[in-house]
């Protein structure tokens, strides 16, 4: 369970969170709201890399640990980005290696294997850079690099923003997989409203706060 409380973010010039609450139980939650709401702020709040002016992010009960020397984040939390963010000179495994690595999770060549089998991408991929693939298998390998450090938590900022319509179906599809079928907390930061209307609750950022919509 995701829980936000009375969450306030306070930068010099805008307010983009003001007493904001959420639960979050596993499954998909659609985050919209104009450029500039606050959609990247909250998701940046709930993976620990910042932490808010007032109010307390928890996991199963426990505040999210916001980074300092010592972590990066909270290591219950992945992050998927517009533009992917694999590591360039390294292999797609080798890059799904190093994100279990880092959280400090043992993973072997059969597990990265069988992430790759979870996103439909065939098993010689594993050799190549990530300039070899298109935008939607680089996505792809994203979202298999996030399930190899097993965080309940998975937060998409814009996944889809980069991908054609086929590849944003594909990855959407995979979204919602994840939180159906292995019960993950995903939340994804969309402006694309078919993506949002494939996920289970969708909220719109207004005033600082969080809307439900139909
Ligand atoms: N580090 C910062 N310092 C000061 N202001 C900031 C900072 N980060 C974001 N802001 C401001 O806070 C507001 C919310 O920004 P945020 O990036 O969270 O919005 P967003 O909804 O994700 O936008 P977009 O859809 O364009 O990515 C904006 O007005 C932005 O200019």
């Known amino acids: 369970m995701l829980v ?33 709401s606050g959609k990247s702020t909250l998701l940046r709040l709930i993976a620990g890399i910042q932490a808010p002016t007032s109010g307390e992010v928890r996991i199963d009960g426990t505040a999210v640990v916001t980074a300092s020397w010592r972590s990066a984040g909270d290591a219950r939390v992945s992050f998927i980005h517009q533009d992917y963010r694999l590591v360039p000179f390294l292999t797609v495994e080798q890059n799904m290696l190093l994100a279990a690595e880092l959280r400090g999770v043992s993973r072997s060549r059969a597990d990265v294997g069988s992430m790759l089998g979870r996103v439909a991408l065939p098993m010689p991929m594993r050799e190549r850079l990530p300039a070899k693939l298109s935008g939607g298998q680089q996505q792809r390998v994203a979202i298999a690099r996030a399930l ?3 965080t309940s938590v998975i937060l998409a900022d814009e996944p889809t923003g980069a991908l054609d ?23 994804v930061a969309t402006h694309d409203p078919d993506v949002a209307r494939r996920l289970d609750r969708r909220f719109e950022l207004s005033r600082g706060k969080l809307v439900q919509l139909a």
């Open 148 to 150: 190899m450090a097993g």
């Open 4 to 36: 936000l409380e009375q969450v306030t973010v306070k930068y010099p010039d805008v307010t983009p969170l003001d007493g904001l609450d959420l639960t979050l139980a596993p499954g998909t939650t659609a985050i919209m709201g104009p450029s500039g």
């Open 165 to 187: 319509v086929d590849n944003t179906e594909r990855i959407t599809d995979i979204l919602v997989d994840l939180g159906h079928r292995e019960r993950l907390v995903v939340v």
